[in-house]
T-cell receptor
Framework: KQEVTQIPAALSVPEGENLVLNCSFT??????LQWFRQDPGKGLTSLLL?????REQTSGRLNASLDKSSGRSTLYIAASQPGDSATYLC???????????FGTGTKLQVIP | NAGVTQTPKFRILKIGQSMTLQCAQD?????MYWYRQDPGMGLKLIYY???????DKGEVPNGYNVSRSTTEDFPLRLELAAPSQTSVYFC???????????FGSGTQLSVL
């Protein structure tokens, strides 16, 4: 059974700092890995999707990497801003399409 | 584009009552999903649909029913509500499997 872990559960950084969020998964036979942002009381917004054949994806200040063999993904946020404060979740699709396993998220606070 | 629209945003039910959570998308997506999010837990898939007239169970389907009569709509029915169904419910959609998920803003449901 796929398990997705995100450590730490919470992170606080000063504005302007570069930071890395971590995601690990137990079964490396994945179709894709997706990073989401969730604001309080809101739904999830997809930030980046990495297919199993890819190593990384970039969007603006965000860069996500994928290492299937080690069961790890990282989300790099450059020059963090207070508006980046949110909970970031990763999710992997494996064991069949529509079988998406979510982590419990890292709550990020960027302090002005 | 409204994206994925969920109603209601909040609801309180008494034990044994029934209700339908509404979900509609205007992106012509084939795939639609219902998830529940409990505090400290990852999102769990309740039901999903790969197209009009086709639905299937996810990880936690007990106590719920769905239908998909049109591409746009995917309502979730709760029969005989129980306190264990207190949760935040999210509807999501994607054009195909293995693609980005688009989420609604959620329905916070309390069963007392």
């Amino acid at each position: 059974k796929q398990e997705v872990t995100q450590i730490p559960a919470a992170l606080s950084v000063p504005e302007g700092e570069n930071l890395v969020l971590n995601c690990s998964f137990t079964d490396s036979a994945i179709y894709n890995l997706q990073w989401f942002r969730q604001d309080p009381g809101k739904g999830l917004t997809s930030l980046l999707l990495i297919q199993s054949s890819q190593r990384e994806q970039t969007s603006g200040r965000l860069n996500a990497s994928l290492d299937k063999s080690s069961g790890r993904s990282t989300l790099y946020i450059a020059a963090s801003q207070p508006g980046d404060s949110a909970t970031y979740l990763c999710a992997v699709e494996s064991g069949g399409y529509q079988k998406v396993t979510f982590g419990t998220g890292t709550k990020l606070q960027v302090i002005p | 584009n409204a994206g994925v629209t969920q109603t209601p945003k909040f609801r309180i039910l008494k034990i044994g009552q029934s209700m339908t959570l509404q979900c509609a998308q205007d992106m012509n997506h084939n795939y639609m999903y219902w998830y529940r999010q409990d505090p400290g837990m990852g999102l769990k898939l309740i039901y999903y649909s790969v197209g009009a007239g086709i639905t299937d169970k996810g990880e936690v389907p007990n106590g719920y029913n769905v239908s998909r009569s049109t591409t746009e709509d995917f309502p979730l029915r709760l029969e005989l509500a129980a306190p264990s169904q207190t949760s935040v419910y999210f509807c999501a959609s994607s054009y195909l499997a293995d693609e980005k998920l688009f989420f609604g803003s959620g329905t916070q449901l309390s069963v007392l």
